[in-house]
């Protein structure tokens, strides 16, 4: 074969094999919005098929950690009488900027929290993979599980160990359980849209993300806003306007259920449920 031939052949050859280059696949840090439809029906189907005696542990466990991030609140946030007077938005960031901690620790260490809840199951039930029985049945026992877990802290360790009974952080647990049980039903609701509107969106910023720095970025900022913005989370509600009462509030338990508890409630179902798990349903997982 002469020299001329070769050539022939390699640049023949040469074309072929260039064609044959696959560009890499490019991993991101986060998965994308309809990826992340996807992490939360896989999350959806995980809780259908929990034995409800685990659920319902977990479920304390989250009330407990949402009570103590609503207690390092108090301890830091509410411990601040003077700025809140000087610079109340300041003050409000502060103790926004550290009650994260609880849903973080129900992200990261695992836990059943209601107000995530009304929003998980929603896509699964829209498209008809799961029956409207599971969610309901998941939120009753989540739910009481919550409210026990935030009394256990809120009596036990906070009370019993008088914890903040020697501090500004008593009078403002006070003061913002009056807040709390002092507006009318319509804001109170209003207000739980706009918090589980919050809280369910971190919880997607958490399922969006693949390491724990990102998860926990993703939980602070909305949840902190909401904090901040002085909006209603049920679940925090059951430690803050408790452990108000255990303190001496002029609260009854009654005032707490009827004009802050319920409300608050149907607010973070809609919140959650309407805002997030139906919007984010209707764009990315609803068949056309």
């Not at 959806?44 to 977990?58: D, G, N, Q, S, Y």
């Not at 199951?121 to 935030?150: E, H, Q, T």
Request: charge should be positive.
């Amino acid at each position: 074969m002469s020299f001329q031939e070769t050539t022939e052949v390699i640049e023949v050859v040469k074309p072929k094999s260039a064609t044959a280059v696959v560009a890499p696949q490019v991993s991101t840090g986060f998965y994308s919005p309809k990826e992340t439809v996807e992490e939360v029906n896989h999350t959806a189907e995980a809780k259908k098929v929990m034995p409800a005696k685990k659920t319902f542990v977990l479920a304390i466990l989250a009330g407990g950690y949402i009570a103590m991030g609503s207690l390092l609140a108090l301890v830091v946030g509410g411990a601040m009488p003077g700025l809140a007077a000087s610079n109340p938005g300041l003050q409000k960031f502060f103790f926004g900027a550290v009650f994260p901690l609880g849903l973080i620790l129900c992200a990261v260490a695992g836990a059943e929290l209601f107000t995530g809840n009304t929003a998980y199951f929603i896509p699964s039930v829209l498209s008809k993979r799961m029956s409207v029985k599971v969610p309901l049945k998941n939120w009753a026992i989540v739910y009481f599980g919550n409210f026990i877990g935030s009394i256990i802290v809120a009596y036990f360790l906070v009370y019993l160990t008088q914890a903040i009974m020697h501090s500004p952080s008593v009078d403002s647990a006070i003061n913002i359980a009056i807040a709390k049980t002092s507006n009318p039903f319509y804001k109170t609701f209003l207000k739980g849209i706009a918090c589980n509107w919050m809280v369910a969106l971190a919880m997607w910023l958490a399922y969006a993300s693949k390491d724990i720095a990102s998860k926990i970025l993703g939980i602070w900022f909305p949840v902190m806003a909401f904090v901040a913005m002085g909006f209603e989370h049920c679940v925090a509600n059951m430690f803050f306007i408790p452990v108000a009462i255990f303190h001496g509030a002029d609260i009854t338990w009654m005032d707490f259920v009827i004009k802050n508890l319920i409300p608050a409630t149907l607010g973070n179902i809609v919140g959650g449920a309407l805002f997030v798990g139906t919007a984010y349903w209707y764009v990315y997982d609803k068949k056309k």
